[in-house]
């Protein structure tokens, strides 16, 4: 397993743009799946981005498609989540989530997790 601490949220205003980190141990980082998922107050957490270890697949929720991007730079053990153009309704925790060898859009997916960061994006 990896560990997995995120970084970059804090309060926004809507419109605005915000990018999220997610710093990983150990070496062998290129070998997993990354996603990223959030967690509204009240709400289920879900699915936002993933991508595959070599960035070749990724996935976005229909929420966020044309808004977000979720990329990735092996050499630094780092995956990141570009945020444009954010509404009220991606306040939330967001989460970064990893797995060895896959990726996928649940949270079943992946193995190992980190702590969230906040985003609140005001109106």
């Known amino acids: 397993q990896v560990q997995l601490v995120e970084s970059g949220g804090r309060l926004v205003q809507a419109g605005g743009s915000l990018r999220l980190s997610c710093a990983a141990s150990?070496?062998?980082?290129?070998?997993?799946?990354m996603g990223w998922f959030r967690q509204a107050p009240g709400k289920e957490r879900e699915f936002v981005a993933a991508?595959?270890?070599?960035?070749?697949?990724?996935y976005y929720a229909d929420s966020v498609k044309g808004r977000f991007t979720i990329s990735r730079d092996n050499a630094k053990n780092t995956v990141y989540l570009q945020m444009n153009s954010l509404k009220p309704e991606d306040t939330a925790v967001y989460y970064c989530?990893?797995?060895?060898?896959?990726?996928?859009?649940?949270?079943?997916?992946?193995?190992?997790w980190g702590q969230g960061t906040q985003v609140t994006v005001s109106s």
């Open positions: 150990g070496r062998t980082f290129s070998r997993y799946g």
């Open positions: 989530a990893a797995e060895r060898d896959s990726v996928g859009t649940h949270e079943t997916d992946f193995g190992s």
């Open positions: 991508i595959s270890w070599s960035g070749g697949v990724i």
